[in-house]
């Protein structure tokens, strides 16, 4: 300010001097809180949704591919629509998922049993329920990359979150957006193919087989076969959406419809999906009182989802097809068969041991097929009791409907029909709920402009549940395997025409989970400059029940300090440097463990139809699979423009919970909690913006290295059955093929 002294004068002439203020900025954090981002002790990465939405990926989630630091995607072979894998700072269990954990307005989403795809033996590929999600409904969107960052997720927090807000309806006129995009795709690598030998082997010229180092290939034999032009085809993916916002100072709405229909490279796969959302927030009771609620609907439906594998995968045969064939001939996949009176499957090539058929009958005759109905319904209360005092509830529904169906046509390689020669056919129908409520009592004061309090005390409550009925089997056929069983129809699909031999399996798998959880959050705030974080967590979660077990509930606690050091220089010339904070947390933070190691129960043996006898050894004294980290950053705006973030971070997950392998006697298996992961790395994000007139550019670049350590195993574990101590340094996980995944201590 400046007071200058009247003294008569008709007028009066000022000189205003420039000053630079920082806006405080505010990010949604754990739990839905909302925190000032310069009192935050750990990393906190915001994403511009208009990136995003700009870059409309079926699964929207591939889109934050090189925006986060830390952040690694790796998106499945299922095509569009598929399962992504998010993995934030290394993977940390040996067993369980190492993939982030996703918040939808505050409450943790499922991540669903049909996510987990097939494996070598199936191919079966998956969605999953984070790829539903409409992304031109999210309003804004943080990466909560560290454990202190998720603490207040207790069990789910050790591989960090993703946290999406949605939007609201916004006072004003009638406000409606209509987005179209369509997106092309092609194989950009392809593995490298030699066309310079024909079918056969050593040099010499076979009429059948599928071996291509035969003789030397010549231009008139010479088909010049490419998988990348000759089988794949261009990807189209079409995405339409329509919002609308209305609203009075009292009363919002939003509402909105998108629509995505695709298809892959890979022929006659195809993926669609329908989004419906309507949202009205209302204030009350002047102004004091705000009451949410949602309601969205989504029908997914797929086709032809291609996983990892060997079986029923139509690449075996695209790649290895034998370059001294004309692909053209096989393209025409079914010929007509006036014995059987039905098309047959040709591929004179043979199976070669790996049941490889041509590819295009797996495309149209080998058929999976999903189909999902889901439903989410939410509701918020929030009362303002005093100007710093608040009470908020919250409860959330996600039901999921999902249809699996395999239709295997005749004369498709019997050992993937259970030995018919009429077919296969197949239904899983899964029925998943997650019921969410949790309350929250927030606090929110500051004194004589010198301290701050924010403080949060709540509950929540989180219920699973997963029902599946598996029908799948073979039509009989009358052969060896079916005897004295009448004959059933071929390529007729229906439950009723399956064999009733025990090579149709009929089974229920079902389960739920449930955590009942307390917790508390404090920050303390001293001059807008010094900042303290403590965060406590205690859960209770069904995995723990049963009568033998030790423990009833797990503790997860975390501790952090910011300073904003540009505070601490009055004199600092904000040109140059306007923002500078430096900051360090610590966290303990779990994962949550496999159902039924404290309480086993007897499994189904599908192959004898019978129970098994034996039940794995029981886990009495279950520990969490506990995350100990820290981290330290510093972050800084400087030249108007540029904002720099570094963190350094260092975590340590113990009581690995693995099954070592070992020979027992008497139990089906054992699991131990011993061995230790430890992930350690730097993170890095440099961003620019700048608006000249009506131009904007906003550009960043991220850079992250982690170091991932197995420390140990199983040293001088001790065996629970036997009471004798035992050693592991290397693990065998299975694997593809011949090939064969080791983890080894002091290997990754």
Known sequence: TQEIPLKGQSSINVTLMDDTQIIDEVVVTALGIKRAEKALSYNVQQVNTEAIAANKDANFINALNGKVAGVNINSSSSGVGGVSKVTMRGTKSIMQSSNALYVIDGVPMFSGRSSKGGTEMDSQGASEPIADINPDDIESMSVLTGAAAAALYGSDAANGAVVITTKKGKEGKLSITVNSNTEFSNPLVMPRFQNRYGTGVNGVMSENGARSWGALLLPENNYNYNPKDDYFQTGIIGTESISLSTGTDKNQTYASAAAVNSKGIIPNNKYNRYNFTVRNTTTFLDDKMTFDIGASYVLQNDQNMTNQGIYSNPLVGAYLFPRGYDWAEYKMFERYDSSRDIYMQYWPVGDEGMTMQNPYWINYRNLRMNKKDRYMLNASLNYQILDWLSISGRVRLDNSNNDYTENFYASTNTQLTELSTRGLHGITRTNEKQLYADFLVSVNRHFNDIWSLQANLGGSF???????????GPIADGGEAFKNEPVGLTNFFAIQNLSNSSRTKRMRDSWREQTQSIFASAEIGYRSTYYLTLTGRNDWPSQLAGPNSNSTSFFYPSVGASIVLSELMPNLNKDYLSYMKVRGSWASVGTAFQRYL????????????????????????LKPERTQSFEVGISMKFFKNFDLDVTYYNAKTMNQTFNPQLAV???????????????????????????????TWDTGITFSTNKNKILELADNAINPITGEKFSKDQLDMGGLGEARFLLKEGGS
């Open 462 to 472: 989180s219920d699973m549940r997963s029902d599946a009925i598996i029908i799948r």
């Open 665 to 695: 006697s008497g139990w089906s298996a054992m699991y131990i909690q011993t061995g230790a992961v430890r992930n350690s790395g730097i993170e890095l994000s440099l961003g620019y913006k700048n608006t000249w007139k009506n131009f």
């Open 598 to 621: 404290a309480n086993p129960r007897y499994t189904w043996d599908d192959k004898n139809k019978s129970w098994s006898v034996l039940s794995q050894y029981p886990l009495y004294n």
